[in-house]
């Protein structure tokens, strides 16, 4: 099997940690920290809201811990692209939409919603 046969659902993470979107960016970073991993899907019942990385998390802290807890991540996340693929795509599509969109980290979706996640 060559890299250009593979597809998303092929080498994608099936066991993800997640957050909704009410959740605090403190709760986030603690997830972020104990599950050792530096992408949380931002999930809304089925729906994906996106995909909030550790960067974007330490880049809009301010404040201490109460200022944290009063705070959700899905606000976080306003504004940003939200690119996706689904599990059958070819991994040149999956790197292609990760590029244009400029992230690290893609969620594999499909009709009955997120199924796993890509990382760089």
Known sequence: MNIESLTAE?????????????ESPLMAWELMRRAGVH??????GQHVVGILSREHLAASWSGGPQEQSNRQVGELLAGERRPRVRPDDPLTRVAAVMTDAGCDAVPVVSGRGLVGMITA
Do not use: G, T
């Open 39 to 44: 992408h949380l899907p931002v999930v809304e």
């Open 10 to 22: 092929q080498v994608m993470s099936r066991i993800l940690v997640a957050v909704k979107p009410d």
